[in-house]
């Protein structure tokens, strides 16, 4: 019987509505509007495949960039395969598993007076809701709350970057502090090859032991060794001896499973070598260094020191997986969080790629990638105030020059294009530009390769924007760039304005005691 091939439909993303020249959208400014009653000319719609590139969405804070920002992540979600990562600075993205009320859609309207309206598009909430519920998500953060979809956030030792340890350190031992931090690496790398049925068993019998215990032990007792004798040692460990008696095992022919087949290549006392090779130039003063930095990151609470926890670590991937950086205590938390996990994704993409490399072209089922961060200027900036923020940025560097190869696309939000890093701007292929005030910022979004061709009259017109209007510019759009008022966001927003209703009014005076 012949296949049916599957059939696949590319539905538009529905961004915003279509606004009149006085920038009102103009389906609710006829008689009787309502959402679901729409046509599609009434909409600003974008074809999924015009969104494969690097986006960035340009406005002064007030402007609605956030707003923008989640509704594009859930027409991504709801009409494509992509995947979604979050870096959220400002808690936004909390409850972004929740629904609006009902109210959201039966009593929805668009005020011209104030040119202010919260306008979906689907007929009922029941429409979204049913197929929101449908898209896996997972919030990591170091809140309290550890319901689904909330978990805690670790991060393995094994992933974090040299350069945020090697900060307060002289240039010339930067070097062996790399070292230093490669021999812990592969030591975890050990430790994960140790049989799973045997690290519950040595865990209890040498309880205590994560990583950095096994590796201060190491260092320690290997320090007037030679290098056949660190090898023995770390052979002997009682935490790793498990993978060296596996590997023994494979290559005496005891074991013929397909786990057994590989260890016959000495994997585990491969690694054991180039651990101690790393160690040659490393002096006392340099490991004692490490091992106090690393002790002070560890305590953290979001770092996992523990023997094995490496690049595989990660929980099964959500297509919309939120980084709760907010609940990170300090900056540079917030750092080495977002330069691990965004060197995991790159790792995972380019894992996927060369796997899909070795079929056939129509059997490449990847989907892209979306690296979504609010405030940008913080994560990508022009001009870094440190080397662990130069790690940062030479990441999203990395991203935005290789990451289509590889289906990873940047999308970007600020209020100072002036103060992200302009190489990666150079790269971006899609805008939305809201309001914009300040000169300084208007000249650098002019200066955007994005927005070239862009004729001037419409980047004045972003000046007089109320908050929900943008200007999209790039491939998202065919022909001349188009003004839309944004869509309504349906999914809740986890932070909050002040009440203006309660702060700016007169306090009453608490009324005179009677005597």
């Known amino acids: 019987m012949r296949e049916v091939p599957e059939t696949r439909v590319e539905v538009p993303l529905v961004l915003g509505w279509r606004i009149s020249k006085d ?59 992509a995947r979604c990562v979050v870096f959220d600075s400002n808690g936004d993205f909390l409850r972004v598993h929740e629904v609006k009320p009902e109210t959201l859609w039966t009593e929805c309207q668009y005020d011209s007076r104030t040119g202010l309206g919260r306008l979906p598009h689907e007929a009922r909430r029941e429409s979204f809701e049913r197929r929101w519920r449908r898209v896996s998500t997972r919030i990591r953060t170091m809140r309290d709350e550890m319901e689904a979809p909330y978990e805690r956030l670790r991060i393995p030792w ?9 900060e307060e350190l002289e240039p010339k031992w930067r070097s ?20 799973s049925g045997v690290q519950p068993l040595t865990r209890r019998l040498h309880p205590g032991r994560g990583l950095l215990d096994v590796a201060e032990e190491l260092l320690r007792h290997g320090r007037n060794l030679n290098e056949q004798e660190r090898i023995q040692l770390i052979q002997s460990h009682p935490r790793l001896r498990g993978a060296f008696d596996d590997a023994q095992r494979a290559a005496s022919g005891e074991d013929t499973s397909i786990v057994g087949r590989l260890y016959r290549n000495s994997k585990v006392v491969r690694l054991a070598e180039e651990a101690v090779r790393a160690l040659r130039h490393v002096s006392p003063d340099v490991e004692r260094f490490y091992l106090n930095v690393a002790r002070e990151r560890g305590d953290s609470g979001f770092i996992d020191t523990e023997l094995g926890a490496g690049q595989d670590h990660s929980l099964p991937e959500g297509r919309l997986d939120v980084i709760d950086l907010a609940s990170l205590p300090d900056r540079r ?45 913080i994560l990508v900036p022009s001009a870094p105030r440190s080397r662990t923020e130069e790690a940062i940025r030479e990441e999203f560097r990395t991203i935005a020059a290789e990451g289509r190869k590889f289906g990873m696309f940047l999308v970007l939000a600020t ?39 862009v004729p001037p009259r419409l980047l004045e017109k972003c000046v007089e924007f109320g ?18 008022y944004c869509a309504a966001r349906r999914t809740v927003e986890g932070g909050r304005d002040l009440r203006a209703d309660w702060w700016a009014t007169m306090p009453q005076e608490a009324p005179e005691a009677v005597a």
């Open 158 to 166: 094994t992933s974090i970057s040299p350069d945020f340890l090697a």
């Open 333 to 377: 938390s917030r750092l080495m969080a977002v330069n691990a996990l965004l060197r995991w994704e790159w790792h995972q993409s380019t894992r996927r790629w060369e796997k899909a490399l070795k079929g056939p072209a129509e059997g490449d089922r990847r989907a892209p990638t979306f690296i979504v961060v609010d405030e940008a200027h």
């Open 23 to 81: 920038l009102h959208p103009q389906y609710w400014l006829e008689p009787g509007p309502g959402p679901g009653r729409q046509t599609p000319e009434d909409l600003v719609r974008v074809p999924p495949s015009r969104m494969a590139c690097h986006m960035g969405i340009l406005a002064q804070s007030g402007a609605g960039k956030s707003f923008l920002l989640g509704r594009m992540i859930e027409e991504l979600l709801l009409e494509t395969r």
């Open 415 to 453: 209020q100072r294009p002036d103060k992200v890093d302009p190489y990666v701007l150079s790269e971006f292929e899609n805008m939305a530009v809201m309001r914009i005030g300040a000169s300084a910022v208007r000249r650098a979004v002019e200066s955007l390769p994005a927005l070239d061709g």
């Open 176 to 195: 062996e502090l790399h070292l230093c931090h490669r021999f812990v690496q592969l030591i975890a790398q050990i430790g994960h090859d140790v049989p």
């Open 467 to 484: 908050p929900g209007r943008a200007l999209l510019a790039g491939r998202w759009v065919e022909g001349e760039p188009r003004f839309m």
